[in-house]
Protein backbone atom coordinates (compact mmCIF):
# COMPACT_ATOMS: atom_id res chain seq x y z
CA UNK A 1 0.00 0.00 0.00
CA UNK A 2 1.29 3.68 -0.82
CA UNK A 3 2.33 5.18 2.02
CA UNK A 4 -0.49 8.17 1.29
CA UNK A 5 -3.20 5.53 1.95
CA UNK A 6 -1.43 3.95 4.82
CA UNK A 7 -1.70 7.00 6.72
CA UNK A 8 -5.12 7.84 6.01
CA UNK A 9 -5.80 4.52 6.95
CA UNK A 10 -4.41 4.77 10.57
CA UNK A 11 -5.35 7.84 11.08
CA UNK A 12 -8.40 7.62 9.84
CA UNK A 13 -9.12 4.51 12.36
CA UNK A 14 -7.63 6.77 15.07
CA UNK A 15 -10.19 9.43 14.18
CA UNK A 16 -13.44 7.14 14.41
CA UNK A 17 -12.08 4.93 17.74
CA UNK A 18 -11.09 8.19 19.76
CA UNK A 19 -13.11 10.65 18.23
CA UNK A 20 -10.24 13.28 19.58
CA UNK A 21 -8.78 15.95 17.98
CA UNK A 22 -5.41 16.52 19.58
CA UNK A 23 -3.54 19.65 18.85
CA UNK A 24 -0.36 18.91 20.57
CA UNK A 25 1.51 15.83 19.83
CA UNK A 26 4.43 14.67 22.37
CA UNK A 27 6.72 11.41 20.94
CA UNK A 28 7.67 10.13 24.65
CA UNK A 29 11.45 9.44 24.46
CA UNK A 30 13.42 6.02 25.96
CA UNK A 31 12.08 6.15 29.56
CA UNK A 32 10.30 8.89 29.66
CA UNK A 33 6.93 7.73 29.08
CA UNK A 34 5.83 8.08 32.38
CA UNK A 35 4.59 11.63 31.30
CA UNK A 36 1.74 9.40 30.04
CA UNK A 37 0.42 8.94 33.60
CA UNK A 38 -0.19 12.47 33.91
CA UNK A 39 -2.98 12.77 31.22
CA UNK A 40 -6.38 12.32 31.50
CA UNK A 41 -6.71 9.82 29.33
CA UNK A 42 -9.68 9.92 26.44
CA UNK A 43 -8.69 6.81 23.93
CA UNK A 44 -5.75 4.78 24.39
CA UNK A 45 -4.54 2.76 21.49
CA UNK A 46 -2.14 0.31 20.72
CA UNK A 47 0.12 0.38 17.98
CA UNK A 48 -0.51 -3.14 16.95
CA UNK A 49 -4.22 -1.95 17.09
CA UNK A 50 -3.52 0.99 14.49
CA UNK A 51 -3.81 -0.59 10.89
CA UNK A 52 -0.64 0.43 9.23
CA UNK A 53 1.30 1.15 12.34
CA UNK A 54 4.66 0.21 12.44
CA UNK A 55 5.47 -1.53 15.53
CA UNK A 56 7.39 -0.98 18.28
CA UNK A 57 10.18 -3.81 19.11
CA UNK A 58 12.29 -1.53 21.78
CA UNK A 59 12.14 -2.56 25.48
CA UNK A 60 11.36 0.10 27.47
CA UNK A 61 8.74 1.47 24.72
CA UNK A 62 5.37 0.92 25.60
CA UNK A 63 4.21 1.16 21.96
CA UNK A 64 1.02 2.88 22.53
CA UNK A 65 -0.70 5.96 21.69
CA UNK A 66 -2.51 8.37 24.82
CA UNK A 67 -4.80 10.75 23.31
CA UNK A 68 -6.49 13.19 26.16
CA UNK A 69 -5.88 16.28 28.20
CA UNK A 70 -2.86 17.49 29.30
CA UNK A 71 -3.15 20.91 31.63
CA UNK A 72 -5.71 21.57 30.19
CA UNK A 73 -4.58 21.07 26.30
CA UNK A 74 -5.41 18.18 23.61
CA UNK A 75 -2.67 15.82 23.58
CA UNK A 76 -1.41 12.85 21.42
CA UNK A 77 1.80 11.21 23.33
CA UNK A 78 3.36 8.16 21.57
CA UNK A 79 4.58 6.34 24.46
CA UNK A 80 7.37 4.00 22.42
CA UNK A 81 8.70 5.39 18.95
CA UNK A 82 10.09 3.80 15.61
CA UNK A 83 13.67 3.93 15.60
CA UNK A 84 15.66 3.52 12.23
CA UNK A 85 18.22 1.01 13.98
CA UNK A 86 15.33 -1.31 14.37
CA UNK A 87 15.27 -1.51 10.64
CA UNK A 88 12.39 0.27 9.94
CA UNK A 89 12.26 2.49 6.50
CA UNK A 90 12.69 6.48 7.45
CA UNK A 91 8.99 6.57 5.93
CA UNK A 92 7.98 4.03 8.68
CA UNK A 93 9.96 5.96 11.11
CA UNK A 94 8.23 9.42 10.59
CA UNK A 95 4.48 7.97 9.76
CA UNK A 96 3.32 8.24 12.99
CA UNK A 97 4.29 12.69 12.63
CA UNK A 98 2.27 12.56 9.44
CA UNK A 99 -0.64 10.82 11.16
CA UNK A 100 -0.75 13.12 13.84
CA UNK A 101 -1.04 15.87 11.47
CA UNK A 102 -4.12 14.44 9.79
CA UNK A 103 -5.39 14.11 13.52
CA UNK A 104 -4.88 17.87 13.83
CA UNK A 105 -1.91 18.65 16.06
CA UNK A 106 -0.07 22.12 15.30
CA UNK A 107 2.85 21.53 17.35
CA UNK A 108 5.01 18.45 17.86
CA UNK A 109 7.35 18.24 21.21
CA UNK A 110 9.16 15.56 20.45
CA UNK A 111 12.30 14.20 23.57
CA UNK A 112 14.91 12.08 23.74
CA UNK A 113 17.22 10.42 26.18
CA UNK A 114 20.89 11.48 24.97
CA UNK A 115 24.85 11.41 25.78
CA UNK A 116 26.29 14.75 25.89
CA UNK A 117 29.28 16.20 24.76
CA UNK A 118 29.25 19.48 25.97
CA UNK A 119 31.67 20.31 28.48
CA UNK A 120 29.20 22.17 30.38
CA UNK A 121 26.67 19.64 30.79
CA UNK A 122 26.03 16.87 32.88
CA UNK A 123 24.77 13.55 33.02
CA UNK A 124 20.97 14.25 34.20
CA UNK A 125 20.53 17.49 32.64
CA UNK A 126 18.09 18.36 30.28
CA UNK A 127 18.81 20.47 27.08
CA UNK A 128 16.41 22.64 24.79
CA UNK A 129 16.98 21.30 21.36
CA UNK A 130 18.46 24.79 19.04
CA UNK A 131 18.98 23.41 16.18
CA UNK A 132 20.43 19.52 14.67
CA UNK A 133 22.88 17.79 12.48
CA UNK A 134 21.73 14.88 10.92
CA UNK A 135 24.64 11.88 10.73
CA UNK A 136 22.51 9.60 9.50
CA UNK A 137 23.40 9.87 6.10
CA UNK A 138 20.00 9.54 4.49
CA UNK A 139 16.78 11.66 4.91
CA UNK A 140 12.85 10.74 5.21
CA UNK A 141 11.96 12.92 2.20
CA UNK A 142 13.78 10.75 0.02
CA UNK A 143 11.40 9.52 -2.55
CA UNK A 144 8.52 11.37 -4.48
CA UNK A 145 7.28 14.28 -2.64
CA UNK A 146 3.91 14.02 -0.70
CA UNK A 147 2.97 17.50 -1.94
CA UNK A 148 -0.43 17.54 0.12
CA UNK A 149 1.55 17.66 3.25
CA UNK A 150 4.34 19.78 2.03
CA UNK A 151 7.22 21.32 -0.41
CA UNK A 152 9.69 19.47 -2.33
CA UNK A 153 12.62 21.29 -0.87
CA UNK A 154 11.58 22.48 2.74
CA UNK A 155 13.44 25.09 4.53
CA UNK A 156 15.01 24.07 7.88
CA UNK A 157 16.59 27.25 8.80
CA UNK A 158 14.74 27.25 11.97
CA UNK A 159 13.02 23.77 13.24
CA UNK A 160 12.64 24.21 16.27
CA UNK A 161 11.13 27.56 16.75
CA UNK A 162 12.86 30.37 18.55
CA UNK A 163 9.85 30.87 20.21
CA UNK A 164 9.24 27.09 21.54
CA UNK A 165 13.10 27.27 22.32
CA UNK A 166 12.28 30.59 24.74
CA UNK A 167 9.00 29.39 25.91
CA UNK A 168 10.42 26.14 27.45
CA UNK A 169 13.03 28.27 28.58
CA UNK A 170 10.66 30.28 30.76
CA UNK A 171 8.86 27.76 32.28
CA UNK A 172 11.92 26.18 33.00
CA UNK A 173 13.72 29.40 35.19
CA UNK A 174 9.78 29.51 36.72
CA UNK A 175 10.11 25.91 38.23
CA UNK A 176 13.89 26.42 39.00
CA UNK A 177 14.55 23.71 36.74
CA UNK A 178 18.39 24.05 34.54
CA UNK A 179 18.20 23.32 31.56
CA UNK A 180 20.93 24.27 28.59
CA UNK A 181 20.93 25.15 24.87
CA UNK A 182 21.91 23.11 22.20
CA UNK A 183 22.18 21.32 19.06
CA UNK A 184 21.04 17.24 19.21
CA UNK A 185 23.28 15.51 16.25
CA UNK A 186 21.85 12.25 15.06
CA UNK A 187 23.46 9.00 14.28
CA UNK A 188 21.98 5.98 12.69
CA UNK A 189 22.58 3.75 15.76
CA UNK A 190 22.06 0.94 16.94
CA UNK A 191 26.02 0.75 18.30
CA UNK A 192 27.33 3.31 20.39
CA UNK A 193 30.01 5.77 18.85
CA UNK A 194 33.51 5.60 18.91
CA UNK A 195 35.56 8.27 20.42
CA UNK A 196 36.99 9.20 17.14
CA UNK A 197 33.39 9.79 16.11
CA UNK A 198 32.56 11.70 19.28
CA UNK A 199 35.24 13.52 18.71
CA UNK A 200 34.35 14.40 15.12
CA UNK A 201 30.60 15.65 15.91
CA UNK A 202 32.10 17.93 18.60
CA UNK A 203 34.36 19.51 15.89
CA UNK A 204 31.27 19.87 14.03
CA UNK A 205 29.44 21.45 17.00
CA UNK A 206 26.98 18.92 18.37
CA UNK A 207 26.22 19.38 21.98
CA UNK A 208 24.42 16.07 22.22
CA UNK A 209 24.73 12.51 20.44
CA UNK A 210 21.51 10.52 19.90
CA UNK A 211 19.59 8.03 17.29
CA UNK A 212 15.90 9.54 17.04
CA UNK A 213 14.45 13.17 16.52
CA UNK A 214 15.70 14.30 13.93
CA UNK A 215 13.42 12.22 11.23
CA UNK A 216 10.43 13.18 13.12
CA UNK A 217 11.24 16.91 13.26
CA UNK A 218 12.09 17.26 9.06
CA UNK A 219 8.61 15.43 8.79
CA UNK A 220 7.02 17.86 10.93
CA UNK A 221 8.76 21.14 10.08
CA UNK A 222 7.65 19.52 6.00
CA UNK A 223 4.35 19.17 6.79
CA UNK A 224 4.29 22.49 8.60
CA UNK A 225 3.99 21.85 12.35
CA UNK A 226 5.98 23.57 14.78
CA UNK A 227 8.97 21.79 16.74
CA UNK A 228 9.32 21.99 20.42
CA UNK A 229 12.70 19.40 21.37
CA UNK A 230 14.00 18.60 24.57
CA UNK A 231 16.94 16.49 25.47
CA UNK A 232 17.45 14.50 28.81
CA UNK A 233 21.04 14.14 29.24
CA UNK A 234 21.64 10.50 30.69
CA UNK A 235 25.13 10.24 30.17
CA UNK A 236 28.40 12.10 29.08
CA UNK A 237 30.03 10.68 25.96
CA UNK A 238 33.17 13.78 25.91
CA UNK A 239 35.88 11.12 24.21
CA UNK A 240 38.79 11.42 26.55
CA UNK A 241 37.37 11.82 29.68
CA UNK A 242 34.23 9.56 29.35
CA UNK A 243 33.78 6.33 31.24
CA UNK A 244 31.45 4.06 29.27
CA UNK A 245 28.07 3.36 31.71
CA UNK A 246 26.35 0.70 32.59
CA UNK A 247 23.01 0.23 31.71
CA UNK A 248 22.08 0.59 35.01
CA UNK A 249 23.87 3.77 35.44
CA UNK A 250 21.68 4.91 32.44
CA UNK A 251 18.48 4.18 33.91
CA UNK A 252 19.54 5.54 37.53
CA UNK A 253 20.06 8.74 35.80
CA UNK A 254 17.01 8.79 33.32
CA UNK A 255 15.06 8.08 37.12
CA UNK A 256 16.28 10.90 37.77
CA UNK A 257 15.48 13.76 35.60
CA UNK A 258 12.03 11.97 34.82
CA UNK A 259 10.17 14.25 37.65
CA UNK A 260 11.90 17.52 36.06
CA UNK A 261 11.30 16.57 32.07
CA UNK A 262 7.96 15.84 33.52
CA UNK A 263 7.29 18.96 35.26
CA UNK A 264 8.70 20.82 32.12
CA UNK A 265 6.84 19.28 29.69
CA UNK A 266 3.48 19.81 31.33
CA UNK A 267 4.17 23.69 31.97
CA UNK A 268 5.59 23.89 28.75
CA UNK A 269 2.01 22.41 27.41
CA UNK A 270 -0.24 24.65 30.11
CA UNK A 271 1.44 28.09 29.05
CA UNK A 272 1.92 27.61 25.24
CA UNK A 273 0.35 29.36 22.42
CA UNK A 274 0.06 27.42 19.59
CA UNK B 1 22.49 -7.33 -11.37
CA UNK B 2 25.23 -4.98 -12.66
CA UNK B 3 26.09 -7.96 -15.59
CA UNK B 4 23.06 -7.06 -16.54
CA UNK B 5 24.03 -3.03 -16.10
CA UNK B 6 26.39 -3.55 -18.92
CA UNK B 7 23.51 -5.09 -21.18
CA UNK B 8 20.80 -2.06 -20.03
CA UNK B 9 23.37 0.61 -20.89
CA UNK B 10 23.94 -1.22 -24.23
CA UNK B 11 20.64 -1.30 -25.31
CA UNK B 12 20.13 2.85 -23.95
CA UNK B 13 23.50 3.14 -26.68
CA UNK B 14 22.10 1.24 -29.43
CA UNK B 15 18.84 3.37 -28.94
CA UNK B 16 20.21 6.39 -29.25
CA UNK B 17 23.15 5.65 -32.04
CA UNK B 18 19.70 4.84 -34.33
CA UNK B 19 18.40 8.56 -33.58
CA UNK B 20 21.80 10.37 -34.05
CA UNK B 21 24.23 10.72 -36.76
CA UNK B 22 27.34 11.67 -34.97
CA UNK B 23 28.18 10.46 -31.85
CA UNK B 24 29.04 12.96 -29.36
CA UNK B 25 32.52 14.06 -27.86
CA UNK B 26 31.36 15.67 -24.49
CA UNK B 27 28.46 15.83 -22.63
CA UNK B 28 27.16 19.07 -20.62
CA UNK B 29 24.78 18.43 -17.04
CA UNK B 30 23.09 21.31 -16.62
CA UNK B 31 21.39 22.16 -13.68
CA UNK B 32 17.97 23.72 -11.81
CA UNK B 33 17.16 26.48 -13.93
CA UNK B 34 20.06 26.33 -16.04
CA UNK B 35 19.01 23.86 -18.80
CA UNK B 36 17.89 26.49 -21.53
CA UNK B 37 21.53 26.77 -22.84
CA UNK B 38 20.64 23.27 -24.96
CA UNK B 39 18.46 25.27 -27.11
CA UNK B 40 21.46 27.07 -28.61
CA UNK B 41 23.21 23.68 -29.79
CA UNK B 42 23.06 23.80 -34.21
CA UNK B 43 21.54 20.58 -36.16
CA UNK B 44 19.55 19.77 -32.63
CA UNK B 45 18.22 16.05 -31.93
CA UNK B 46 16.06 15.58 -29.46
CA UNK B 47 15.74 12.33 -27.44
CA UNK B 48 13.27 12.18 -24.66
CA UNK B 49 14.20 10.09 -21.82
CA UNK B 50 10.81 8.36 -21.90
CA UNK B 51 12.28 6.81 -25.45
CA UNK B 52 15.14 5.60 -24.56
CA UNK B 53 15.47 1.74 -23.27
CA UNK B 54 16.32 1.84 -18.91
CA UNK B 55 17.00 5.52 -18.83
CA UNK B 56 14.93 6.64 -15.54
CA UNK B 57 12.48 9.79 -15.64
CA UNK B 58 12.95 12.80 -14.12
CA UNK B 59 10.32 14.24 -11.80
CA UNK B 60 11.09 18.01 -10.36
CA UNK B 61 9.66 20.77 -11.24
CA UNK B 62 11.75 22.79 -13.64
CA UNK B 63 13.49 19.68 -15.18
CA UNK B 64 12.75 18.91 -18.18
CA UNK B 65 13.90 15.61 -18.47
CA UNK B 66 15.43 14.93 -22.46
CA UNK B 67 18.52 14.56 -24.13
CA UNK B 68 19.73 17.20 -26.97
CA UNK B 69 22.31 16.37 -29.43
CA UNK B 70 23.71 18.81 -31.90
CA UNK B 71 26.94 20.68 -32.48
CA UNK B 72 28.09 23.74 -30.10
CA UNK B 73 31.18 25.85 -31.57
CA UNK B 74 31.59 23.42 -34.09
CA UNK B 75 31.68 20.35 -31.38
CA UNK B 76 29.53 17.77 -31.15
CA UNK B 77 27.48 17.88 -27.93
CA UNK B 78 25.06 15.66 -25.90
CA UNK B 79 23.00 17.96 -22.97
CA UNK B 80 21.21 16.51 -20.89
CA UNK B 81 18.12 18.91 -19.74
CA UNK B 82 17.54 17.47 -16.61
CA UNK B 83 18.52 15.11 -14.03
CA UNK B 84 17.99 12.41 -11.57
CA UNK B 85 18.19 13.12 -8.46
CA UNK B 86 18.92 11.01 -5.12
CA UNK B 87 16.60 12.61 -3.06
CA UNK B 88 13.86 11.84 -5.70
CA UNK B 89 14.15 7.80 -4.72
CA UNK B 90 16.03 6.53 -7.50
CA UNK B 91 18.86 4.16 -6.57
CA UNK B 92 22.16 5.82 -7.19
CA UNK B 93 23.07 3.40 -10.31
CA UNK B 94 20.42 5.55 -11.73
CA UNK B 95 21.36 8.38 -10.91
CA UNK B 96 24.49 7.76 -12.50
CA UNK B 97 23.12 5.58 -15.80
CA UNK B 98 23.24 8.58 -18.33
CA UNK B 99 27.23 8.74 -17.18
CA UNK B 100 27.63 5.05 -18.00
CA UNK B 101 25.44 5.82 -21.42
CA UNK B 102 27.50 8.72 -22.12
CA UNK B 103 30.84 6.45 -21.99
CA UNK B 104 29.15 3.99 -24.40
CA UNK B 105 28.57 6.29 -26.86
CA UNK B 106 32.12 7.65 -26.91
CA UNK B 107 32.18 10.85 -24.78
CA UNK B 108 35.41 11.66 -23.15
CA UNK B 109 34.58 15.02 -21.37
CA UNK B 110 32.15 15.86 -19.11
CA UNK B 111 30.99 19.10 -17.62
CA UNK B 112 28.27 19.41 -15.14
CA UNK B 113 26.66 22.14 -13.36
CA UNK B 114 24.77 22.73 -11.04
CA UNK B 115 22.69 25.45 -7.99
CA UNK B 116 24.20 25.36 -5.30
CA UNK B 117 24.03 27.18 -1.85
CA UNK B 118 26.92 29.49 -0.59
CA UNK B 119 28.12 28.12 2.75
CA UNK B 120 31.69 30.09 1.97
CA UNK B 121 30.66 33.81 3.28
CA UNK B 122 32.37 35.78 1.28
CA UNK B 123 30.04 34.55 -1.51
CA UNK B 124 27.03 36.26 -3.06
CA UNK B 125 23.59 34.77 -4.72
CA UNK B 126 24.34 34.94 -8.33
CA UNK B 127 28.30 33.98 -8.25
CA UNK B 128 29.87 31.13 -10.22
CA UNK B 129 31.41 28.78 -8.37
CA UNK B 130 34.09 26.39 -10.20
CA UNK B 131 34.23 23.38 -8.02
CA UNK B 132 37.62 22.07 -7.54
CA UNK B 133 36.70 19.44 -5.40
CA UNK B 134 34.32 17.09 -3.42
CA UNK B 135 32.85 16.17 -0.28
CA UNK B 136 30.45 13.55 -0.11
CA UNK B 137 28.19 13.81 2.82
CA UNK B 138 25.73 10.83 1.66
CA UNK B 139 26.46 7.13 2.72
CA UNK B 140 25.93 6.05 -0.39
CA UNK B 141 28.29 5.56 -3.39
CA UNK B 142 27.17 5.29 -7.19
CA UNK B 143 29.80 2.39 -7.66
CA UNK B 144 28.44 0.49 -4.79
CA UNK B 145 28.13 -3.37 -6.06
CA UNK B 146 29.99 -5.10 -8.55
CA UNK B 147 32.79 -3.23 -10.27
CA UNK B 148 31.64 -2.80 -14.30
CA UNK B 149 35.08 -3.48 -15.28
CA UNK B 150 34.68 -2.16 -18.82
CA UNK B 151 34.37 0.79 -17.73
CA UNK B 152 36.88 1.17 -14.88
CA UNK B 153 39.17 -0.38 -12.07
CA UNK B 154 37.22 -1.70 -8.70
CA UNK B 155 39.08 1.41 -6.82
CA UNK B 156 39.16 4.37 -8.68
CA UNK B 157 41.18 7.04 -7.94
CA UNK B 158 39.22 10.56 -7.02
CA UNK B 159 42.45 13.10 -6.30
CA UNK B 160 41.59 14.56 -9.22
CA UNK B 161 38.12 14.53 -9.70
CA UNK B 162 37.92 17.45 -11.61
CA UNK B 163 40.08 18.02 -14.40
CA UNK B 164 43.29 20.28 -13.88
CA UNK B 165 43.07 21.09 -17.18
CA UNK B 166 39.94 21.39 -17.72
CA UNK B 167 39.45 23.77 -14.72
CA UNK B 168 42.23 25.87 -16.72
CA UNK B 169 40.23 26.30 -19.29
CA UNK B 170 37.23 27.49 -17.41
CA UNK B 171 39.08 29.98 -15.24
CA UNK B 172 40.62 31.42 -18.77
CA UNK B 173 36.94 31.80 -20.39
CA UNK B 174 35.35 33.44 -17.22
CA UNK B 175 38.54 35.95 -17.53
CA UNK B 176 38.43 36.60 -20.87
CA UNK B 177 34.34 37.25 -20.47
CA UNK B 178 34.66 38.89 -17.61
CA UNK B 179 32.63 36.56 -15.31
CA UNK B 180 33.69 37.03 -11.78
CA UNK B 181 34.93 33.34 -10.60
CA UNK B 182 34.97 31.88 -7.57
CA UNK B 183 36.83 28.84 -6.60
CA UNK B 184 35.52 26.02 -3.94
CA UNK B 185 34.58 22.97 -2.46
CA UNK B 186 30.76 21.21 -3.16
CA UNK B 187 29.48 19.17 -0.73
CA UNK B 188 26.65 16.70 -1.57
CA UNK B 189 24.02 16.46 0.72
CA UNK B 190 21.28 14.26 0.16
CA UNK B 191 18.39 16.29 0.61
CA UNK B 192 15.66 16.94 -0.33
CA UNK B 193 15.16 19.03 3.14
CA UNK B 194 17.22 22.38 2.92
CA UNK B 195 19.86 21.68 5.33
CA UNK B 196 19.81 23.59 8.98
CA UNK B 197 22.23 26.24 10.21
CA UNK B 198 24.11 24.41 12.43
CA UNK B 199 24.46 21.60 9.66
CA UNK B 200 25.76 24.71 7.61
CA UNK B 201 28.61 25.48 10.20
CA UNK B 202 28.86 21.80 10.06
CA UNK B 203 30.17 22.19 6.42
CA UNK B 204 32.31 25.42 7.07
CA UNK B 205 34.66 23.37 9.43
CA UNK B 206 34.66 20.32 6.93
CA UNK B 207 35.71 22.78 4.23
CA UNK B 208 33.15 23.18 2.06
CA UNK B 209 32.13 26.32 0.20
CA UNK B 210 28.63 25.45 -1.74
CA UNK B 211 26.06 22.91 -0.95
CA UNK B 212 24.10 21.17 -2.89
CA UNK B 213 21.93 17.52 -3.79
CA UNK B 214 23.52 16.78 -6.99
CA UNK B 215 26.51 16.58 -9.16
CA UNK B 216 29.08 14.24 -6.67
CA UNK B 217 27.17 11.01 -8.06
CA UNK B 218 28.00 11.87 -11.64
CA UNK B 219 31.32 13.10 -11.05
CA UNK B 220 32.11 9.65 -9.06
CA UNK B 221 30.88 7.59 -11.87
CA UNK B 222 32.87 9.60 -14.73
CA UNK B 223 36.01 9.35 -13.18
CA UNK B 224 35.76 5.61 -12.37
CA UNK B 225 35.06 5.63 -16.46
CA UNK B 226 37.93 7.71 -17.02
CA UNK B 227 35.28 10.83 -18.29
CA UNK B 228 37.29 13.86 -17.60
CA UNK B 229 34.76 16.42 -15.88
CA UNK B 230 34.90 20.38 -15.19
CA UNK B 231 32.19 21.26 -12.44
CA UNK B 232 30.36 24.70 -12.23
CA UNK B 233 28.35 25.68 -9.22
CA UNK B 234 25.92 28.80 -9.41
CA UNK B 235 25.44 29.95 -6.00
CA UNK B 236 21.67 30.52 -6.51
CA UNK B 237 21.28 31.32 -2.39
CA UNK B 238 23.10 31.35 0.70
CA UNK B 239 22.90 28.39 2.77
CA UNK B 240 20.96 27.93 6.08
CA UNK B 241 21.57 30.27 8.76
CA UNK B 242 23.97 32.91 7.09
CA UNK B 243 21.27 35.55 6.10
CA UNK B 244 17.78 36.01 8.60
CA UNK B 245 15.81 34.22 6.15
CA UNK B 246 13.89 31.05 5.22
CA UNK B 247 15.41 28.88 1.88
CA UNK B 248 12.88 28.27 -1.07
CA UNK B 249 13.10 26.76 -4.45
CA UNK B 250 11.78 29.92 -6.04
CA UNK B 251 14.81 31.93 -4.97
CA UNK B 252 16.59 29.47 -6.52
CA UNK B 253 15.35 29.58 -9.86
CA UNK B 254 15.10 32.93 -9.80
CA UNK B 255 18.56 33.39 -9.33
CA UNK B 256 19.69 30.69 -11.91
CA UNK B 257 17.46 32.97 -14.60
CA UNK B 258 19.73 35.96 -14.03
CA UNK B 259 23.02 34.09 -14.29
CA UNK B 260 21.92 32.54 -17.22
CA UNK B 261 22.75 34.26 -19.84
CA UNK B 262 26.59 34.91 -18.64
CA UNK B 263 26.52 31.38 -17.92
CA UNK B 264 25.66 30.44 -21.54
CA UNK B 265 28.36 32.74 -22.88
CA UNK B 266 31.46 30.69 -20.64
CA UNK B 267 30.00 27.22 -21.49
CA UNK B 268 30.16 27.81 -25.03
CA UNK B 269 33.46 29.49 -24.71
CA UNK B 270 34.40 26.39 -22.49
CA UNK B 271 33.09 23.68 -25.13
CA UNK B 272 35.52 25.41 -28.08
CA UNK B 273 38.57 25.45 -26.27
CA UNK B 274 38.76 22.30 -24.40
Known sequence: MDLRARIEKASGYIKEKSGFEPEIGIILGTGLGSLGDHIEKVSVIDYSDIPEFPVSTVFGHAGRLILGYLEGKKVAAMQGRFHYYEGYSMQEVTMPVRVMKQLGIKLLIASNACGGLNPNFNAGDIMVITDHINFMGTNPLIGPNLEEFGPRFPDMSEVYEREMVEALEKTAASQGIKVHRGVYGAVSGPNYCTKAELRMMIKLGSDTVGMSTVPEAIVARHCGIKVAGVSCITDMAIPDTMIPPTHEEIVRVAESVKPRFVSLVKGFVKEVQI | ?274
Request: hydrophobic residues 40%; proline residues 5%.
Open chain 2, 1 to 274: MKKDMMSRVNEARDYILSKVENAPEIALILGSGLGDMAEEAENKKVIEYTDIPNFPVSTVQGHKGRLVFGTLRGRRVIFMQGRFHYYEGYRMEDVVFPVWAFKALGVNKLIVTNAAGGVNTSFKPGDLMLIKDHINYTANNPLIGPNIEEFGPRFPDMSEAYSKEMSDVVRACAIENGIRMQEGTYIFFTGPSYETPAEIRACRILGADAVGMSTVPEVVAANHSGIKTAGISCITNMAAGILDQPLNHREVMETAEKVKESFSKLIKNVVERI
